[in-house]
């Protein structure tokens, strides 16, 4: 007991959206706490379905969700999404300062705390150069953000809630490469010892994963790290040696 804390099953899971067609089709997925999980795969495959799930903005239509050994179902909303920290491939953050998106609720949050998480995702050093610094207006009317950025605050947020599980849905679109690289440290000090399902568009994130799957039409193609994917000379062979 205890070790299971960040541990993540999937039992025979199956779902569709409402025009019902299967989508995700009988996963069966054990990821140990502490474990991180490369999601890869063409689009549609149901990558970001699964994260979905797991956050329980959707609920399994048939098959389970286990969370730390407990179905979870039986979890509070607020429980499961306090024990997990996720990071949107377009983040949406809300009108009012860095601080307060950073925060998130997060009443008890020091200004030391705040800039001690975002300092560690190298969120720090673009804050420190807008005029007002953590108390710069974001979202509505505020100043304008780019995507990797957004990324930056929403992983700052993340390192201050302090999860047991850790969700990244890589940015698609364009970051530059500086921000891509603070992206990168900040993911890394993030996944420490913290069970993390990246949804990686990356090479440098994927390579570093315990397990790499690739999803295609809603199951497990294949699973194995880096070098035995390689081998297989399969999908996974195929996305990365073009
Ligand atoms: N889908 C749907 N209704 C939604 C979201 C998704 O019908 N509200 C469908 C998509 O059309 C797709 C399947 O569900 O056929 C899986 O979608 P998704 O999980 O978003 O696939 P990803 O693997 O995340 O694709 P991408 O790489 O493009 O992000
Ligand atoms: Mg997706």
Redesign the pocket.
Known sequence: PGTIRGEIQFEHMYFW?E?E?P?IKDLNLTIQHGETIALV??????????VNLLCRFYEPKRGRILIGGHDYTDLSLQAIQSRIGVVLQTPHLFSGTIRENIAYGRLKASQQDIEAAAKLVGADHFIQRFEHGYDEQVGEGGVLLSVGQKQLISLARAVLSNPEIFIMDEATSSVDTLTESMIQKGMEAIMQDRTSII?AHRLSTIKTAHRILV?EDGQIAEMGNHAELLKLKGKYYNLYTR
């Open positions: 959206y025009d067609l989508v795969g063409s689009t549609g495959g149901g990558k970001t379905t699964i949804i999803i």
